[in-house]
């Protein structure tokens, strides 16, 4: 058969041309849409301090707020504040730095994005004298965070009229934002009706704190909340499990913990498990989390030491000597041989309530039903999943490291101090503040007796309330009944861990 010899058809030479067109346009605007939506990094640290402090874990991939609409929330919901900015929920500003420690900023889906990281409940700072500059000290237990307040501002501030693209993309713009038309029209008003939805969805999970009792700065229901993210029928769940408030503990000396039952109530003897289940504290879920951010912080806590109170403090080295021998006879079997030797034959084991007596909240807040939940999360990544938890029915015995940061004391930060701690449990303080970062180097806690100063107000802890209880660790084997003179020698011992 002979090749058809008929012309192109009339036209097609344009045809192609525009066809040719199109397509370059497509490739650009593709092009483009990728490379203004496609992006996906994180702010990084070489420096593993300030990769704790402000670096990702992944989390802000999944919960991330758009920075602009975080920056412009305290302008526009101001009212659900308890005071000016974020810093009346506790959140710590360093200077130079324009988010507050504990947050990370990561750019993704075409906007920066931020959210709370592991130093948000493991930072905290300390002021050695009242007219002293604050010192930040990562890994102590953020004894500052409001985080049920930070959640209800968000949840208030959500489900109010105000949280609309006309009230908050004006206030970014007054606050320094360069929108461009996409963003102004677009981006922004998508990405502030998609957090108004999923901050209600989440809240409305979280529920289980609008009828718990505040927490108060320092404090999260650990295992509540999971329970909530899990989706639990909260309102099903007896009443004894729903007092879980647990004071944010310190990280410090990882690896010397290893293989120790940990979390207050010891349900988990691995270190690399706690990590990942503390992750999906800052919504790093499964398909999302940073498994070589987490890592880098993983090997800083491993050898992260606290700072030592003699640094700041004198400590008396004779009175220390005689504190040493009753710290070996009574403490050392359940807290280690010192601040820095963790051995003891007790160390990292459960004591039941039985004989600590503490509160019991804590430990009915963790069920067998979670702990099977935990075991399905990460089902498709076998070699993350939970396989250490384990129900407990008591407190763990733990190293006593940094003791002196660790103010307030036992799982729910229920004793302001050591002196109040070596008490019999009637004759502690039944109501004292916490958020108070000014430190009582004699007692040996943050300073309890104020409720406010200037602006700050502190807040009113009453050991009446359920899950708050100061009682237990009292008895000859506790140290209260020794006598005063022996209380303050093994005090001057305890600062220095
Ligand atoms: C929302 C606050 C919060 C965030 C964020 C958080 N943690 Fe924690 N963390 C806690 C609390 C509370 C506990 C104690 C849990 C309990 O036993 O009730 C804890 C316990 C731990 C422990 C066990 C400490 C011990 O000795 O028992 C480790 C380790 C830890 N967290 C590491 C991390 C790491 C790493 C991250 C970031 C990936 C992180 N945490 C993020 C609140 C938080
Ligand atoms: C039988 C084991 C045991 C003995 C003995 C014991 N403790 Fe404890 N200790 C615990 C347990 C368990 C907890 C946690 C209780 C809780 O949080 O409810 C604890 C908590 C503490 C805390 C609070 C730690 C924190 O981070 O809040 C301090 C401080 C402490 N013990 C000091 C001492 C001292 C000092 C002695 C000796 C006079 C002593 N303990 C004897 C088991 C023991």
């Keep these: ?29 593709g092009f483009y849409f990728y490379m203004r939506f496609g992006g996906d990094r994180a702010l990084q640290f070489d420096d593993p301090v300030m990769h704790f402090k402000y670096g990702s874990t992944g989390g802000d991939r999944n919960m ?27 959140m710590l500003f360093e200077a130079g730095q324009d988010l507050p420690v504990g947050m990370s900023l990561r750019h993704h889906l075409g906007m920066d994005r931020v959210f709370l990281n592991c130093a948000a409940c493991h930072s905290a700072t300390v002021r050695v004298k009242a007219d002293a500059p604050p010192m930040l000290i990562a890994g102590m237990p953020s004894h500052q965070l409001d985080l049920m307040a930070f959640q209800k501002f968000f949840q208030r501030c959500a489900s109010s009229a105000k949280f609309t693209p006309d009230r908050i993309i004006p206030e970014a ?13 677009v981006v922004y008003p998508i990405a502030i009706h998609m957090m108004r939805d999923r901050v209600i969805a989440l809240m409305d999970r979280l529920r ?67 990590n990942l289940s503390a992750s999906f504290g800052t919504g790093a879920t499964p398909p999302i989390i940073d498994h070589a951010a987490i890592e880098r912080i993983e090997a800083w806590s491993a050898t992260a030491a606290p700072p030592a109170f ?20 009574y403490c050392a079997d359940c807290h280690g041989a010192s601040g820095s030797d963790f051995s003891g034959k007790l160390v990292g084991q459960v004591t039941p309530l039985t004989s600590i007596g503490t509160d019991p909240y804590r430990v009915y807040s963790y069920s067998p039903a979670l702990m099977v939940n935990q075991g399905t999360l990460y089902a498709g990544y076998p070699q993350y ?27 729910n930060g229920s004793v302001p101090t050591l002196w109040a701690l070596l008490q019999p449990s009637q004759q502690r303080p039944k109501h004292f503040y916490r958020g108070n970062d000014v430190y009582d180097p004699r007692q040996v806690g943050f300073v309890s007796s104020v409720a406010e100063q200037g602006a700050q107000r502190y807040f009113k802890y009453d050991t009446t309330v359920p899950g708050n209880g100061n009682q237990g660790h009292d008895g000859p084997a506790y140290g209260t009944a020794l006598s005063t003179a022996d209380k303050w020698a093994l005090i001057e011992y305890l600062k220095t861990f």
């Design 310 to 329: 003699a640094q700041y403090y004198p400590v008396d080295a004779t009175l220390s000597a005689k504190g040493a021998v009753l710290y070996q006879r």
């Design 64 to 90: 991330g707020f758009p920075y602009w609409v975080w920056k412009a929330l305290p302008q526009v919901c101001s009212e659900f504040l308890p005071g000016k900015g974020y810093a009346s929920l506790g």
């Design 385 to 411: 999943q939970f396989t250490h938890f384990r129900k407990t029915f008591g407190y763990a015995n733990m190293p006593l490291d940094g003791l002196w940061l660790r103010a307030p004391y036992l799982h």
């Design 208 to 274: 289980f704190i609008n009828t718990e009792p505040d927490w108060g700065p320092g404090r999260v229901d650990t295992f509540n909340s999971a329970k909530a993210i899990f989706n639990f029928p909260i309102e099903r769940l007896p009443k004894e499990e729903l007092f879980g408030a647990s004071d944010f503990p310190a990280i410090w000396n990882q690896a010397k913990k290893r293989g120790m039952q940990l979390h207050w109530d010891g349900n988990n003897d691995r270190v690399e498990e706690r």
């Design 173 to 185: 713009q007054h606050l320094g934002a360069k929108l461009d038309l996409l963003d102004r029209y």
């Design 1 to 29: 058969m002979e090749p058809s010899t008929n012309p192109p058809p009339p036209g097609c030479v344009r045809c192609k041309t525009i066809l040719m067109l199109l397509l370059v346009i497509l490739i650009l605007t």
